[in-house]
Nanobody, 128 residues
Framework: QLQLVESGGGLVQPGGSLRLSCAASGFTLDSYTIGWFRQAPGKEREGVSCMHTSGGSTNYAGSEKGRFTISRDNAKNTVYLQMNSLKPEDTAVYYC?????????????????????WGQGTQVTVSS
């Protein structure tokens, strides 16, 4: 069974940082395009940052560029999202995702359609 399990979410003050982790089981991430999506209350799920198997990455949502960094540790079969300078508008449930149907990181982040495996999500709340 293919599974992704996120951790690291929580409550943080504006300007703070969090690092989300996503551990895969049942498959190896190094052959998948992987990414992070988020969904705020009343909004569509959107791509935040995605990475091709080769390590090419993109931050799809423009406001995250320079603040969020995606990385992967193939030895640990884990993906990370480092989030700095957090803002209240970053509040959302963050989901880890993986796919073999798209090889482009940008192609994965632009839509949820091609995702093969979703994590259960982790809540991030940015508030003072």
């Amino acid at each position: 069974q293919l599974q992704l399990v996120e951790s690291g979410g929580g409550l943080v003050q504006p300007g703070g940082s969090l690092r989300l982790s996503c551990a895969a089981s049942g498959f190896t991430l190094d052959s998948y395009t992987i990414g992070w999506f988020r969904q705020a209350p009343g909004k569509e799920r959107e791509g935040v940052s995605c990475m091709h198997t080769s390590g090419g990455s993109t931050n799809y949502a423009g406001s995250e560029k320079g603040r969020f960094t995606i990385s992967r540790d193939n030895a640990k079969n884990t993906v990370y999202l480092q989030m700095n300078s957090l803002k209240p508008e970053d509040t959302a449930v963050y989901y880890c995702a993986a796919t073999k149907r798209v090889t482009s990181a940008q192609g994965m982040c632009i839509t949820t359609y091609f995702v093969d495996v979703w994590g259960q999500g982790t809540q991030v709340t940015v508030s003072s």
